[in-house]
């Protein structure tokens, strides 16, 4: 059955998934296609737009179908919109913004050539806008002028993603993210790199991973208030750490509060950030948290399981998995009273 012949069988359609869009673009556009209760009914769509290898034809196809499909599907809440195909798989809209405007689209999943792109898409225009999952090509400054400071009230969950290196982390994404303010769900997978600095005046080293500092996560504590779930992966030691240790400060860091924190994971993170959530002069651990942790790295800075200023926070904890390992010593379910242990 053609796209034109199916409408009139599903009267009762809400969710729709069509693949291969790029070939059938003609008939996506015509009018004859979906009729008007059919247009108003359609909730759900999942577009898998393949370019079947011819880049600049995909490139205009997908420009054109975005909009297109925002505007015949007048009560849209969830959209997927992104190739399977090898080809040409980033949504662009080059110098020229879309004019599409939803009030009704609460979840977007996108792939995106550049990083304006996506601040196109966060200007406002689907103000009702709850998740959004986005995987950027290029993380780069654009002379374009559009508006990037606007409030994303009812944003609360977001997944950013970049395969290529960008040293613009505190200029594009920190931003980005100071205008979510009730955001609850924060996935971040980006390749950070900083730009060349000196050390000790006379030092020159290049930074190809940034650490991330107490100052980090108490800024994301601060910022996120709300934020119920935390993943970190990074393999690189703390600085500050290290630099108070040479100096042979022992100041202590004020300490963090995540309230409403509910899940954290640092099975991919070094041991450094297992001791940043553990030890209770740097972070208090909420109650009931589900947390996610190396073996070794857990049982080094417990110094297996008998440490004092880690004791508190583990306490606190509802259930505990422990990755790379698979025999646990007794007085471990001591350490961990009120949790299961996986």
């Not at 898409?121 to 090509?137: A, H, P, S, T, W």
């Not at 609360?156 to 505190?170: A, M, Q």
Request: hydrophobic share 40%; charged share 25%; proline share 3%.
């Amino acid at each position: 059955m053609t796209f034109k012949g199916f409408s009139s069988y599903f009267s009762y359609l809400i969710r729709l998934a069509l693949s291969n869009c790029i070939k059938k673009q003609e008939e996506i556009n015509d009018k004859t296609l979906f009729n008007c209760t059919l247009k108003k009914q359609i909730s759900v769509l999942v577009m898998d737009t393949d370019g079947d290898g011819k880049q600049k034809a995909a490139e205009n196809a997908h420009k054109l179908l975005f909009p297109h499909i925002l505007t015949t599907f007048t009560n849209l809440e969830y959209l997927s919109f992104g190739p399977s195909s090898f080809w040409y798989q980033q949504l662009s809209f080059n110098i020229s913004s879309p004019t599409v405007i939803s009030s009704t689209l609460l979840e977007l999943y996108v792939c995106l050539n550049t990083f304006i792109d996506c601040l196109y898409l966060l200007d406002g225009r689907f103000n009702q806008l709850c998740k959004f999952y986005v995987k950027i090509e290029f993380i780069t400054i654009s002379r374009l002028t559009i508006n990037n400071k606007k409030k994303l009230p009812n944003l609360r969950s977001i997944l950013l993603c970049s395969d290529i290196s960008t040293d613009l982390y505190d200029e594009l994404i920190v931003p980005l993210l100071h205008r979510m303010p009730n955001l609850e769900e924060l996935d971040l997978s980006l390749l950070v790199c900083v730009k060349t600095i000196f050390i000790h005046g006379n030092v020159l080293k290049t930074i190809d991973e940034r650490s991330f500092e107490h100052k980090f996560f108490l800024q994301i504590a601060q910022s996120f208030p709300l934020l119920r779930e935390l993943t970190v992966v990074n393999q690189k030691r703390q600085t500050d750490k290290q630099i108070r240790k040479s100096k042979n400060e022992n100041k202590d860091f004020p300490i963090i509060e995540y309230l409403h924190l509910a899940r954290l994971d640092l099975a991919g993170a070094h041991i450094d950030y297992h001791e940043q959530f553990l030890v209770d002069t740097k972070t208090c651990s909420p109650n009931n948290l589900r947390l996610s942790m190396n073996y070794q790295s857990v049982k080094k800075v417990t110094r297996n399981f008998r440490r004092n200023t880690t004791r508190s926070n583990c306490a606190k904890l509802s259930d505990v998995y422990l990755f790379r390992q698979f025999k646990f010593p007794e007085h471990l379910k001591d350490y961990f009273p009120n949790a299961k242990v996986f």
